[in-house]
């Protein structure tokens, strides 16, 4: 399983305090459907202690992208 971050997302995520290892979790907390799954392989995942929101996208299960950041309204 490989894990990717747009440049966008590294930028905000860093703003934002967010370590690789909680995305690392995140994604293990996915596959075991802790996220809401949006369909065609893209899920919502809660971040930084449910504060903030990540969008992810699969590819085949094994490629994972970080896509977009946002914050909790």
Do not use: C, P
Request: charged share 30%; hydrophobic share 35%.
């Amino acid at each position: 399983m490989r894990i990717f971050k747009t440049r966008w997302f590294n930028r905000e995520a860093k703003s934002y305090t967010i370590k690789d290892d909680e995305l690392s979790e995140a994604i293990n907390a996915v596959l075991q459907g802790k996220a809401d799954n949006l369909g065609g392989g893209v899920y919502k995942k809660r971040l930084n202690q449910n504060r903030d929101r990540a969008i992810v996208l699969a590819k085949g299960g094994e490629h994972w992208f970080y896509t977009f950041l946002y914050a909790k309204q």
